[in-house]
């Protein structure tokens, strides 16, 4: 039984998983709300499928790129529980999750493209910049996890002739300049939750857990606030 925890984009969830498969979730859509809901959510979560706390094997979250505050907030909350509960934190880039969650869920919709699919998530970084990476079918990164300035021109040196599936909420960004000759834009969210736990029971299987005392967010780039003149 695994606790997932995702607020490092737009939507937020917290999900509980069994052996790989989501029993329940809950959804927040509100951005600026995350930090308020997470604490309320896991408690109504587990109170409706009558789970206590001490039934937990583990707590996963999405570990970033992502907003900033939602990153401190996901990693306090998983950090905390798995302190007080003692067992095991799990943590998992974002954008891996989301690659997964497109190759398993959007795959199809690219049948008709050429040559090896990539898969590329993007989430929105502020102007023309979003996080992201490059995945194949497999999920074997292609291209790390990064802060990228979108042109006209952007992977093309990189990929060559595949083809390529860009999604996320940075991904219009690029669908408006974009010059690369086989590539698809997708508008549909996957289902981050679901992904989030088929890793995150893979990775308990093998043991692969984070070092509770310094696991941190995945921020990529610096924070940046703007002062008014």
Not at 105 to 129: T, V, Y
Not at 186 to 195: G, L, R
Not at 204 to 214: E, I, K, T
Request: charge should be neutral.
């Amino acid at each position: 039984m695994i606790l997932c925890i995702d607020t490092a984009t737009d939507q937020a969830s917290v999900c509980l998983s069994k052996d790989g498969e989501v029993i329940n979730v809950l959804v927040n859509d509100n951005q600026k709300d995350h930090a308020g809901w997470i604490q309320t959510a896991i408690n109504a979560l587990l109170l409706k499928q009558g789970v206590t706390m001490q039934q937990l094997q583990a707590v996963a979250v999405t570990a970033g790129p992502g907003s900033y505050t939602g990153l401190r907030v996901g990693m306090a909350t998983a950090k905390g529980l798995c302190f007080a509960l003692q067992i095991p934190l799990i943590t998992i880039n974002t954008l891996q999750v989301m690659a997964h969650a497109a190759i398993t869920q959007l795959g199809s919709k690219a049948a008709h493209m050429p040559g090896p699919l990539c898969f590329c998530p993007m989430i929105d970084a502020r102007r023309m910049e979003v996080f992201t990476a490059v995945y194949d079918e497999a999920l074997q990164e292609i291209i790390a996890p990064k802060a990228m300035i979108l042109d006209e021109l952007s992977f093309g040196d990189e990929l060559n002739d595949r083809s390529l599936i860009c999604f996320g909420n940075g991904s219009n960004k690029w669908k408006n300049v974009s010059r690369y000759p086989n590539v698809l834009f997708i508008d549909e969210n996957p289902d981050i939750a679901k992904s989030l736990a088929k890793l995150a029971s893979s990775l308990h299987l093998s043991r692969n857990f984070a070092n509770l005392a310094y696991a941190e967010p995945v921020y990529l780039k610096e924070f940046y606030t703007y002062i008014k003149k």
